[in-house]
């Protein structure tokens, strides 16, 4: 209803590259929901965005707060992903009260230091989950206590740091209502962000939604010229980037980070002493294969361990078992060949998010156009 009084308004943001998405039908905590109740609220929130003509891809929960049976829901209504779970940054506990401890536990926050920033493509419910990073701008403002402006405002810089080295994705939470007391923060991190423009991918989070499904199901046809001479071309979205490490390039690369090239060439040819790739045992797990996928890892389901300079065998994956993973793969210096993360050879990803609670029907991915 909130959104049929402010339809115009809505129009017009959208026509400026701004995203809606469902924040609920209502104001509630769908973690108390049944997958019959959070359904009846997907589809009048749906048929309220498309009488509207505004389009919509995703969801975030009110409060952070959800269930198996939302993401269910999701996935029966046809939305593409959902940004509702969260990871928190640890600060400093002088810093912490209470109600900030309080508000993690209530969201189900978990710790960025054990899980990749990054989303998570579920391909039986055909949903990307894309995770939200605290603290936001209602934890600096109201939960957290700090000792001056400047200190608050160091926060959301040094996460970008962080996670643009670890090649990962800030998923910016802002509401608009408290955009004045955060403009400093904000303006603060966007500095860091330009300081890098060329290594930052900034999109909203349907074009990173989608970009991720479509990366994931990318094909790499890997042809065998000669013993360990290969040649690959890439079957996918515009924007795939094919990266090396310790291999012999025979076509065209440049310098990327931590240790890779980029091959500017397509298709790259390139040469090893052993398949560059990650090798798999068949006995492993499927949520191994499409962890390591996701990634832009190339993966050869194989019984001959000696073909491959890292190999795994792992009947069971959780999903404590991927950063570790992720870091051992990265630290190693053996011949891999792999897609990157993010369109164009970028290496890491931002998105300023808002709860737009006031108008209380939904939610919005900010895009900041021309940064
Ligand atoms: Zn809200």
């Known amino acids: 209803m909130a959104l049929a009084r402010n339809a115009a308004v809505v129009r017009k943001y959208q026509t400026q590259g701004i995203e809606f998405a469902i924040h609920g039908y209502r104001h509630i905590d769908h973690s108390q929901l049944s997958v019959e109740e959070q359904n009846a609220h997907f589809q009048k929130a749906i048929q309220i965005f498309a009488e509207e003509g505004i389009d919509c891809k995703g969801f975030r929960c009110p409060y952070l707060r959800w269930n198996e049976a939302t993401l269910a829901a999701l996935s029966q209504?046809?939305?593409?992903?959902?940004?509702?779970?969260?990871?928190?940054?640890?600060?400093?506990q002088r810093h912490c009260t209470d109600s900030y401890y309080r508000a993690l536990e209530f969201y189900g926050a978990q710790p960025a230091s054990d899980y990749l920033a990054l989303p998570k493509f579920n391909a039986g419910q055909n949903l990307v989950r894309i995770p939200y990073c605290l603290p936001d701008d209602e934890s600096l403002i109201e939960r957290l206590i700090w000792d001056s402006p400047?200190?608050?405002?160091?926060?959301?810089?040094?996460?970008?740091?962080?996670i643009h080295q670890r090649g990962e994705l800030f998923n910016l939470g802002l509401h608009p209502e408290r955009t004045y007391d955060c403009a400093d923060s904000l303006e603060a991190t966007m500095r860091q962000v330009q300081a890098v423009a060329t290594e930052v991918w900034r999109a909203p989070l349907k074009e990173i939604a989608t970009w991720w499904k479509n990366r994931y199901q990318a094909e790499v046809e890997i042809t065998d010229v000669e013993t360990n001479k290969f040649r690959l071309t890439v079957n996918g979205p515009p924007g795939a980037t094919v990266l090396l490490r310790s291999v012999e390039s025979h076509t065209a690369t440049k310098?990327?980070?931590?240790?890779?090239?980029?091959?500017?060439?397509s298709p790259c040819l390139i040469q090893t002493n052993k398949r560059p790739f990650i090798g798999i045992s068949p006995a492993s797990s499927p949520d191994l294969t499409s962890f390591l996928k996701q990634q832009g890892y190339i993966v050869e389901i194989s019984s001959q361990a000696d073909l491959y300079?890292?190999?795994?065998?792992?009947p069971t994956f959780s999903p404590e078992q991927e950063q570790p993973l992720d870091a051992e793969i990265n630290r190693g210096s053996f011949p891999l060949v792999r897609l990157g993360r993010w369109p164009n050879g970028a290496k890491s990803a931002f998105c300023v998010t808002g709860d737009i609670d006031a108008i209380t029907v939904w939610d919005y991915g900010l895009r900041f156009v021309g940064y």
């Open 77 to 92: 209504n046809g939305l593409a992903y959902d940004s509702s779970n969260s990871l928190v940054w640890a600060i400093d």
């Open 150 to 162: 400047a200190e608050m405002n160091q926060v959301w810089p040094t996460m970008f740091q962080e």
């Open 255 to 265: 310098p990327w980070f931590d240790g890779y090239q980029q091959a500017v060439e």
């Open 309 to 314: 300079p890292f190999y795994l065998d792992r």
